[in-house]
């Protein structure tokens, strides 16, 4: 989570938060990033209540689920306190999804992941247009920010080792788009 004077980032997991906290930290010089304070990259439900002018961001289902599972597996992170960790844990992406859609299908999955958050925010930007969509949040709320330090921040946090074997099997692709049917339609993907 990052305070501004004039709104709050909340870090959805695997949405480009690491690079909006950068961002919002180069770019405003008032910004206070709760996330390195408090040792957590990811907004608690606990601490979203009463924030002014909450936003945060979202990602297309089937790249959320390619660099989640790439993140996992890369680092070998995963968390059976987490049950999607739990439940669909596999070396294998395929099998991944499957079990993801062996648990999820009928019922989605990314949009009540993200609902925690969307819940207490104000504004969404999507994660596949970062720079443009944090500038017109913080054009916005009229939040003072330096342009020039948003749009010359590379990508951070890029996992690359297991990206190449983050691939849909047959099928699949069309069963994700239907079972997160509702996040589509709720961010026009």
Known sequence: MVLLPNATFLHIPKTGGQW???????????AQD???????????TADIKNLENPFCFVRHPLTWYQSYWSMRSENNSWDIGVPIDSICRSDNFEHFIERVLERYEGVGNIYPLFQNWLNHCNMVG???????????????VE???????????????????????????????DRVLQ???AAIEAFEY
């Open 179 to 181: 079972m997160d049917r």
């Open 34 to 44: 709760l996330e390195r304070d408090k040792g957590s990259r990811h907004a608690i």
């Open 126 to 140: 999507k994660m596949e247009d970062l720079p443009y969509s944090l500038i017109l949040i913080l054009d916005i």
């Open 143 to 173: 939040q003072e920010y330096d342009f020039g330090a948003i749009m010359a921040l590379q990508r951070v946090n890029v996992g690359t080792t297991h990206k190449d074997k983050a691939i849909y099997g047959p099928g699949q692709v």
């Open 20 to 30: 909006v906290r950068k961002a919002l930290v180069r770019a405003c010089p008032e």
